[in-house]
């Protein structure tokens, strides 16, 4: 007598469950193909603050504005342009296109290098929209890795520290990597003895990348002398520049002055790439709007190079995002492209610089005050987001522990975490803990 449908289900069934138990199908991903990732140590950092229940505690990790009563600020700006766009009746998601929005890209062009720049003028820069500034470091990145000729597999060098997604974003794209000094500890300044000496040091022809304004993580910047003095040892060692901006107008709170740098090297004939994020001066964060452009030197043929060289970027950008997002795009293009929008953009701009350095002002007045161990100068003489206060790993510690304070280990802090509520708590805080550790 043969078995009955119902049993040789049930059968089937248990061989399948035994088979399953058995790990019969094991992963192909195992921990020596797969290993675990170390956690962001940033976004770490954010989770443990959130859970934190004290009180007074601190974020001064966070790498946005934050009012005066600790809350992100939507620019006020935005806020009008966002309402016209909401008001358009014309306004549709369909795609953009592969470089992204075009009346978004040339003003983008014109902020950053300048309404009467040359390279503009003769049509020697291509733009491409992309995913805020991580996206166009990428772009360029895998462009450079790609197409840039490198026969003595010459490294991008930058600056240490830097931002930490520059070594992944790198790393990525199989670049090989290097660092030139920048930070001095004595002076909490900038070392540029050290960093000439290796950038001259550097295989000729290798890729230099530098933070324009507002250097992320140390609020050090080059003096216009010493940017010139660089430009001119990059041209000597026929190395490539490679721009970093993300807070064009948010350092200093001025447009043009925070764009010198990069305005003052494409006036000298250099060919480079310029990553721009637009998150931090307008405040767009989620949105991921921001630019990559590619500058050709002048000559006669300098119109086929950029045709050239835009053409093989639409393909890179093609295989990676297809087309990039147009929400944050129109907001910042509506108020790059009209004038009255313009002008508030900028006391917003003002606006935020302005606190920043307030604060920077507040807390090395009440470290002064109170007597604490060593220089604070540092903090007023540095510029941005970003202050590196000099603070070791053990203080940093003792900072989280005893006070509820949250900063990254290197003693990097967010001013925009600081406010006219906590400023004092923080600088109390830290008192105690230098003179704890001297």
């Known amino acids: 007598m043969s078995p009955s449908p119902d049993s040789n289900?049930?059968?089937?069934?248990?061989?399948?469950?035994?088979?399953?138990?058995?790990?019969?199908?094991?992963?192909?991903?195992?921990?020596?193909?797969?290993?675990?990732?170390?956690?962001?140590?940033?976004?770490?950092?954010?989770?443990?603050?959130?859970?934190?229940?004290?009180?007074k505690k601190v974020d001064l990790g966070i790498g946005a504005y934050r009012d005066d009563n600790a809350k992100p600020w939507v620019l006020p700006v935005v806020k009008q342009a966002d309402e016209r766009l909401r008001q358009d009746p014309n306004l549709n998601h369909e795609y953009l296109p592969i470089a992204g929005l075009p009346e978004f890209t040339s003003a983008a062009q014109r902020l950053i290098l300048g309404r009467d720049s040359p390279a503009i003028a003769e049509?020697?820069?291509?733009?491409?929209?992309?995913?805020?500034?991580?996206?166009?470091?990428?772009?360029?990145?895998?462009?450079?890795?790609?197409?840039?000729p490198r026969p003595s597999k010459q490294p991008i060098y930058f600056s240490s520290p830097t931002w930490a997604n520059h070594?992944?974003?790198?790393?990525?794209?199989?670049?090989?990597?290097?660092?030139?000094?920048?930070?001095?500890?004595?002076?909490?300044?900038?070392?540029?003895a050290g960093m000439r000496s290796a950038i001259e040091s550097a295989p000729d022809g290798s890729i230099i990348l530098l933070h324009a304004c507002a250097h992320n993580p140390t609020g050090v910047d080059p003096t216009r002398d010493q940017w010139t003095q660089l430009a001119t040892l990059i041209r000597q060692k026929s190395h490539f520049p490679f721009f970093d901006c993300a807070y064009q107008g948010f350092a200093s709170g001025d447009l043009e002055n925070d764009a010198w740098?990069?305005?003052?090297?494409?006036?000298?004939?250099?060919?480079?790439?310029?990553?721009?994020?637009?998150?931090?001066?307008?405040?767009?964060?989620?949105?991921?709007?921001?630019?990559?452009?590619?500058?050709?030197?002048?000559g006669p043929d300098a119109g086929n190079t950029i045709a050239r060289i835009?053409?093989?970027?639409?393909?890179?950008?093609?295989?990676e995002i297809s087309n990039p997002p147009a929400y944050g795009a129109r907001i910042a293009s509506l108020v790059l492209n009209d004038d009255a929008l313009f002008a508030?953009?900028?006391?917003?701009?003002?606006?935020?610089?302005?606190?920043?350095?307030?604060?920077?002002?507040?807390?090395?007045?009440?470290?002064?005050?109170?007597?604490?161990?060593?220089?604070?100068?540092h903090?007023?003489?540095?510029?941005?987001?970003f202050s590196?206060?000099?603070?070791?790993?053990?203080?940093?510690?003792?900072?989280?522990?005893?006070?509820h304070v949250y900063m990254t280990k290197n003693g990097r802090i967010s001013m925009a975490g600081l406010n006219s509520g906590n400023v004092e708590y923080f600088a109390k805080a830290v008192d105690k803990v230098v003179r704890e550790t001297q």
């Open 388 to 403: 590196f206060t000099g603070l070791n790993e053990e203080q940093v510690k003792k900072l989280r522990d005893e006070s």
């Open 344 to 377: 508030e953009w900028e006391a917003n701009l003002r606006t935020m610089s302005g606190r920043i350095k307030d604060m920077r002002a507040a807390l090395r007045k009440k470290l002064e005050e109170m007597g604490t161990p060593g220089s604070w100068k």
């Open 167 to 192: 070594h992944q974003i790198f790393t990525n794209v199989h670049l090989p990597i290097a660092t030139y000094p920048y930070f001095s500890a004595s002076t909490k300044g900038l070392d540029f």
């Open 123 to 148: 049509k020697r820069v291509v733009t491409l929209q992309t995913i805020s500034g991580t996206g166009a470091v990428h772009l360029g990145g895998l462009f450079l890795s790609k197409f840039y």
């Open 310 to 319: 835009a053409s093989q970027l639409a393909i890179l950008q093609r295989s």
């Open 379 to 385: 903090i007023t003489e540095q510029i941005g987001m």
């Open 9 to 55: 289900n049930t059968q089937d069934r248990l061989n399948s469950i035994k088979a399953h138990m058995a790990g019969s199908n094991p992963t192909v991903f195992t921990s020596d193909v797969v290993p675990q990732a170390a956690e962001d140590p940033l976004f770490g950092l954010m989770a443990a603050y959130k859970k934190d229940t004290f009180e």
């Open 261 to 298: 740098a990069i305005r003052h090297f494409v006036a000298q004939g250099f060919e480079c790439c310029i990553a721009q994020s637009f998150a931090k001066n307008f405040g767009l964060y989620g949105e991921r709007a921001g630019a990559f452009h590619f500058v050709t030197g002048p």
